[in-house]
């Protein structure tokens, strides 16, 4: 099992790069780059791809709404060229706030939407053929009905340095889950809670796989939480009440939310219903001490060391290959060491 980590650059991009080269050093393999509405992830990827040697840089995530579908595969090649083949595209349908919000262009079709880019960016990669896709949401060339005419099949310029780059995509929802499975290389779940993993999202994973190519190889999963070594593990946990709120009880409506719906799937329907309610209320220190103790243990990995390994090894058991984990210590880089041992 791999180590990644979900890297943050607030505090400037070569500091940020400072850091990914000290955890290279100590084994760290995967390195998570957020978009949101904060600065685009590429530059901060292209940096790291010219100071770093090994460590794997990866969008976390694209959202699919953002660029055109070409466009996020020329990216994600000009990226793996600069980095000698260490790109991993990540990619996600964000949620509409920050669709329709900050970019201002509809929510709809995040399913098909993906599912199609995922074709059109291997075919860029693939250089087979002049490029053309006739699918329900993209049409390439533009049809002359809806443009000048003047469009035309073309290929990427230049031989990407891998004709195929590994496509991660975070998904939740029952038909997104099976639709990852079916076509991604990898999958990026939030809140991951392996000894419900299988109940939770078993069946979904069964109906992609069963129409998965055999070229693809298994599905990676990639998933964990933040990790502390302590013998008192609640307020270190505490730290995780007010992401956790947020997107049980502000992601979406009270009538779409997938994080949501997902701790009612992990059995949390009281608690899920309490914090939304709350959360929507304004109350968002009330809906973040709702948020339940056991649901924070299990999702995350804080306790003494042996603990630690536990949780690691149930990860592991669980079916994830890529431990994502934010640590919390005062010694990051020995933390990062022994989790690799034990992950190994």
Same mark, same amino acid.
């Given at each position: 099992?791999? =180590?990644?980590?979900?890297?943050?650059?607030?505090?400037?991009?070569?500091?940020?790069?400072?850091?990914? %080269?000290?955890?290279?050093? !100590?084994?760290?393999?995967?390195? /998570?780059?957020?978009?949101?509405?904060?600065?685009?992830?590429?530059?901060?990827?292209?940096?790291?791809?010219?100071?770093?040697?090994?460590? *794997? #840089?990866?969008?976390?995530?694209?959202?699919?709404? @953002? %660029?055109?579908?070409?466009?996020?595969?020329?990216?994600?090649?000009? $990226?793996?060229?600069?980095?000698?083949?260490?790109? $991993?595209?990540?990619?996600?349908?964000?949620?509409?706030?920050?669709?329709?919000? +900050?970019?201002?262009?509809?929510?709809?079709?995040?399913?098909?939407?993906?599912?199609?880019?995922?074709?059109?960016? %291997? *075919?860029? +990669?693939?250089?087979?053929?002049?490029?053309?896709?006739?699918?329900?949401?993209?049409?390439?060339?533009?049809?002359?009905?809806?443009?000048?005419?003047?469009?035309?099949?073309?290929?990427?310029?230049?031989?990407?340095?891998?004709?195929?780059?590994?496509?991660?995509?975070?998904?939740?929802?029952?038909? !997104?889950? *099976?639709? @990852?499975?079916?076509?991604?290389?990898?999958?990026?779940? =939030?809140?991951?809670?392996?000894?419900?993993?299988?109940?939770? +999202?078993?069946?979904?994973?069964? #109906?992609?796989?069963?129409?998965?190519?055999?070229?693809?190889?298994?599905?990676?999963?990639?998933?964990?939480?933040?990790?502390?070594?302590?013998?008192?593990?609640?307020?270190?946990?505490?730290?995780?009440?007010?992401?956790?709120?947020?997107?049980?009880?502000?992601?979406?409506?009270?009538?779409? !939310?997938?994080?949501?719906?997902?701790?009612?799937?992990?059995?949390?329907? &009281?608690?899920?219903?309490? =914090?939304?309610?709350?959360?929507?209320?304004?109350? &968002? !220190?009330?809906?973040?001490?709702?948020?339940?103790?056991?649901?924070?243990?299990?999702?995350?990995?804080?306790?003494?060391?042996?603990?630690?390994?536990?949780?690691?090894?149930?990860?592991?058991?669980?079916?994830?290959?890529?431990?994502?984990?934010?640590?919390?210590?005062?010694?990051? @880089?020995?933390?990062?060491?022994?989790? &690799?041992? /034990?992950?190994?």
């Amino acid at each position: 099992m791999k =180590i990644g980590m979900q890297m943050s650059y607030a505090g400037g991009f070569k500091e940020s790069a400072a850091l990914v %080269r000290e955890y290279e050093q !100590n084994g760290l393999d995967v390195a /998570w780059i957020a978009e949101a509405y904060g600065l685009d992830a590429p530059s901060f990827m292209g940096y790291l791809a010219a100071q770093t040697e090994t460590v *794997q #840089i990866a969008s976390g995530i694209l959202p699919i709404y @953002t %660029r055109t579908p070409t466009l996020l595969a020329q990216t994600a090649a000009g $990226i793996d060229a600069m980095s000698d083949g260490r790109c $991993i595209l990540g990619l996600g349908a964000s949620g509409p706030q920050v669709i329709e919000g +900050w970019h201002g262009v509809p929510y709809d079709a995040p399913i098909g939407r993906t599912r199609e880019i995922i074709d059109i960016c %291997r *075919q860029v +990669w693939k250089r087979e053929a002049p490029l053309e896709h006739d699918g329900r949401y993209y049409h390439l060339p533009l049809p002359a009905g809806q443009g000048t005419g003047l469009g035309k099949p073309l290929k990427i310029i230049g031989r990407p340095v891998r004709s195929s780059i590994p496509i991660y995509v975070a998904s939740l929802g029952e038909k !997104n889950v *099976q639709m @990852t499975a079916e076509v991604a290389d990898g999958w990026l779940p =939030i809140f991951y809670l392996p000894e419900k993993a299988r109940e939770v +999202w078993g069946t979904d994973l069964d #109906i992609g796989a069963a129409k998965r190519s055999a070229e693809l190889g298994p599905l990676e999963i990639a998933a964990g939480g933040f990790v502390a070594v302590t013998d008192d593990p609640d307020p270190m946990l505490d730290f995780g009440r007010a992401t956790a709120a947020l997107y049980i009880g502000g992601m979406g409506s009270r009538e779409r !939310n997938f994080y949501n719906q997902l701790a009612i799937r992990y059995g949390y329907e &009281k608690e899920a219903k309490e =914090i939304q309610d709350l959360y929507l209320e304004g109350k &968002k !220190n009330e809906a973040a001490a709702a948020v339940p103790l056991e649901f924070l243990r299990l999702t995350n990995l804080v306790g003494p060391e042996g603990y630690i390994k536990d949780r690691v090894q149930a990860f592991k058991d669980s079916g994830v290959s890529i431990l994502n984990v934010n640590i919390m210590s005062d010694k990051p @880089t020995e933390l990062l060491g022994k989790l &690799k041992a /034990w992950a190994s």
